[in-house]
């Protein structure tokens, strides 16, 4: 089975964020139109996630799931139970701003950049192609760890 990928819609913004901390290729964009979101989900085939009843009865939508609950935990458990996913492989491995996939990035160039406790307690960093952003396991990892043992037990 090919790669999950998803594009979220503005009422989603919070459950796109914590996809790409799972390592999910999601597109969102904050001011996206109706026709452009349909447009993106069939060119690059992507489920479309939405909260909007209207969206899916007035344009048909095939590739969609409605996503019931307001909060993202409850939101990403029901795409686990729904969608049958399996503990995800690839976390924090993207970019959450962007949805990039990170590049490696050495920790002596991350040292000059990121603050010195955090130069003194991380080994492992990652770096944004796009927006040039530098990640480590800092305190959304700490939540992602806690969120994956809600989500898989
Ligand atoms: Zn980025």
Redesign the pocket.
């Known amino acids: 089975m090919t790669e999950m990928k998803f594009i979220a819609d503005v009422m989603l913004g919070r459950l796109a964020k914590w996809l790409r901390i799972l390592g999910y290729d999601t597109a969102y964009r904050r001011n996206i139109r109706d026709a452009e979101l349909i447009r993106l989900s069939l060119a690059e085939s992507r489920m479309i996630l939405t909260r909007d009843t209207r969206l899916i009865k007035k344009r048909g939508l095939k590739n969609y799931l409605f996503i019931i609950d307001d909060q993202f935990v409850a939101q990403l458990k029901q795409m686990v139970s729904a969608l049958h996913m399996s503990y995800p492989k690839n976390t924090f491995s993207r970019?959450?701003?962007?949805?990039?996939p990170?590049l490696s990035f050495s920790k002596d160039a991350a040292c000059n950049i990121v603050p010195e406790y955090v130069c003194k307690t991380e080994d492992i960093f990652g770096r944004?192609?796009?927006?040039?952003?530098i990640y480590w396991k800092g305190t959304h990892y700490k939540e992602m760890e806690r969120i994956l043992r809600e989500l898989f037990g």
């Open positions: 970019c959450i701003l962007c949805n990039e990170l944004c192609p796009k927006c040039n952003r």
